[in-house]
């Protein structure tokens, strides 16, 4: 294959992160966002040592497991990619990939390893808690939109009512904001020219209390009344129950929601989810798995591998709002949870108290440096790293302690 050259070829399987592998005669290419039985066009944009690697130029034909139900926007909002998938077909693509990266490092070891398969979500739609929609236009110079960006886009913003991954309070939320807002004829921020007002919309809520909090994200370019606003969202028919509307600045270029000062407009700061009889507060800002139904069937199967030995020093790193912690609390002598940022970790002990769970431990500090200072030795380790990955140092300290379980 030559790099700029034009191919048509069938996607034989998807590898992680989302690499459609694409034959075309005896050849293969890398091409993103295929799924597998397509037939895709694309363009070559990278050929090295022999492998090639496309970008997706057109869906010539569907995948005849293409059968599940999607959302009029699907194929040009980036939001999600395996929709058109029913679900069990989604989790055969998830198991694979899963296991084809465990093959290629426990193949190599001397003691066969057993495969325990994939557990599902009890929800495969409207299943998010927590929404960050942004503010920007369809197409340059078009009237505001206010949704996800469109699928390879960097600029070009998709307004999502109707959504599939969300239930249909975030979609009147979303239309309420961006109807007012466009009525108001504020301008977005622009990411070239650092210039404009509206820059995000962040939205959750909890699935067992059905609580909702709700932030605007703006620059301070502007010094606007939210008043209107607050009264048009507290007035809105929702099926939960809207608990809080913050105001937050950010005038970092960086297309990220950063807060660098918060107000409550109305209400409270944060929301109260359930998970397996414990209670936690969620903030904005503060992480939290996004499928709360599929984190107690995540968090389950990690407490079953812990057992009930009460007798047990279990170290929670990348603990982030403690929820890992306080679910293993109970089947533990003690917790101790390192994260990093400060504002989770004060969450994380305020929900351990919240809880009655006395026996948690929380330390903000990078994991790399905390290890040094932590006196217990661990009898189990808990990791739930970021995306990136843990720092290669702090691998060899966790490697070092020797334990049996992981």
């Given amino acids: 294959m030559k790099k700029g050259q034009v191919y048509e070829g069938s996607v034989v399987r998807v590898d992680f992160p989302n690499k459609g592998i694409v034959c075309v005669g005896d050849e293969t290419a890398v091409v993103k966002n295929g799924l597998p039985g397509q037939k895709v066009k694309f363009s070559v944009n990278k050929v090295r040592k022999g492998k090639a690697e496309g970008r997706l130029l057109e869906v010539t034909e569907k995948s005849p497991l293409e059968t599940g139900r999607t959302c009029s926007l699907f194929g ?14 989604q989790l055969k693509v998830k198991e694979e990939q899963v296991k084809r990266l465990l093959d290629s490092v426990l193949n190599k070891q001397e003691e066969a390893w057993a495969f325990e398969g994939i557990k599902g979500s009890p929800k495969a739609y409207e299943y998010r808690n927590k929404m960050e929609f942004t503010f920007g236009d369809e197409v340059k110079g078009g009237e505001l939109a206010l949704g996800l960006h469109k699928r390879n886009s960097t600029y070009d913003i998709v307004t999502v009512n109707g959504c599939k991954i969300v239930d249909n309070d975030f979609s009147r939320i979303l239309d309420c904001v961006c109807s007012y807002f466009k009525e108001k004829n504020l301008p977005y921020f622009h990411k070239m020219t650092h210039e404009g007002y509206l820059r995000h919309l962040l939205v959750r809520k909890a699935v067992k209390t059905g609580q909702i909090l709700v932030d605007i ?17 507290r007035n809105l028919q929702l099926d939960g129950t809207f608990v809080g509307l913050l105001h937050t600045y950010n005038d970092s270029i960086a297309d990220v929601v950063k807060n660098e000062r918060t107000e409550i407009l ?29 984190a107690e069937v995540l968090y389950s199967k990690a407490r079953e591998y812990v057992g009930t030995t009460k007798d047990k020093i279990v170290f929670d790193l990348y603990s982030g709002t403690g929820t890992i912690a306080q679910i293993l609390a109970p089947v533990a ?24 769970l006395s026996n948690c431990e929380f330390i903000a500090e990078d994991v790399l440096k905390a290890l040094d200072n932590i006196n217990e030795r661990p009898d189990l380790i808990v990791l739930d790293p970021p995306r990136d990955g843990i720092h290669p140092k702090a691998l060899k300290k966790i490697i070092d302690y020797g334990v049996d379980h992981m």
């Fill in 217 to 233: 994200v703006t620059t301070t370019q502007l010094n606007f009344d939210m008043s209107e606003i607050t009264e048009k969202l």
């Fill in 266 to 294: 109305f209400g409270q700061d944060y929301i109260q989810e359930e998970l397996l009889g414990l209670t936690f507060n969620i903030s904005a800002f503060s992480f939290f798995q996004t499928n709360s139904l599929g």
């Fill in 333 to 356: 002598k003690k917790v101790i949870g390192v994260e990093i940022v400060a504002e989770a970790v004060d969450a994380a002990r305020e929900n351990a108290r919240l809880n009655g």
């Fill in 76 to 89: 040009l909002c980036g939001g999600c990619t395996y929709l058109s998938l029913p679900y069990e077909e």
